[in-house]
Nanobody
Framework: QIQLVQSGGGLVQAGGSLRLSCAAS????????MGWIRQVLGKEREFVAA????????YYEDSVKGRFTITRDNAEDTVYLQMNRLKHEETDLYYC???????????????????WGQGSQVPVSG
């Protein structure tokens, strides 16, 4: 059974940077599309970024393009989200997800049936 374990969250000032990590254990996730989704309490989850299984294609929500970078290391079964120039309104709970099959609409869609990490708090102050 695959588990996704996240690390790297924490308080950051507006304009600052933070890197989230999501490591898989139990089995390789190299065939999976990996992504990051964020959620504010009481609101729907919002797609942030995703990367295809060989890392050839990255997808970004429009508001994070140019500031966030998603990468994956299949040898380590880990996906990263580098977040730069963070904004206060991006204070969210960030989840990583892995899906063996996704649909594009226009981004890879992750469902409750896919694999999810435990979530990382990213409070952005200022």
């Amino acid at each position: 059974q695959i588990q996704l374990v996240q690390s790297g969250g924490g308080l950051v000032q507006a304009g600052g940077s933070l890197r989230l990590s999501c490591a898989a254990s139990g089995r390789t996730v190299s065939p999976y599309t990996m992504g990051w989704i964020r959620q504010v309490l009481g609101k729907e989850r919002e797609f942030v970024a995703a990367v295809s299984w060989i890392g050839a294609t990255a997808y970004y929500e429009d508001s994070v393009k140019g500031r966030f970078t998603i990468t994956r290391d299949n040898a380590e079964d880990t996906v990263y989200l580098q977040m730069n120039r963070l904004k206060h309104e991006e204070t969210d709970l960030y989840y990583c997800a892995a899906a063996i099959r996704t649909t594009l609409n226009p981004y890879p869609a992750f469902s409750a049936d896919d694999l999810w990490g435990q979530g990382s708090q990213v409070p952005v102050s200022g």
